[in-house]
């Protein structure tokens, strides 16, 4: 399978998140991620930009009644960078998720810059 974007972790968070779930929600994570890094144009049931929040975006994951978010941004286009999961108890996404991804975000690109 041909990829046209690769999907790269930023710190831990991405894998602390991971390690938590059980096994058959990790693989349907992988999944997920997966058809986001081979996809040309990836379905919003499984990558959607959160509203209100400029190049963030939430990778879904579902597995029966249950729901996870990670959340992720792109670089350069064709990278994207995951960081935060949470699972979803609610049908609002709770706003300190939101805010840790959006602090995460700004972190990468200010280590970027030195």
Sequence with gaps: ????????AYKHYFEEFLL?????VQNKIYKVLEII???????????KAI?????LYEARIKLGSNIWRVFCFFDKGKLIILLNGFTKKTQ?????????AINLMNSYYENKRK
């Design 92 to 100: 609002k996404t709770p706003k300190k998720e939101i805010d840790k």
């Design 1 to 8: 399978m041909n990829k046209v974007r690769e999907v790269i």
């Design 20 to 24: 938590k779930q059980p096994t058959k």
């Design 51 to 55: 509203v209100g929040v400029k190049g």
């Design 37 to 47: 890094e081979t996809y040309e144009r990836v379905p919003s049931t499984y990558l």
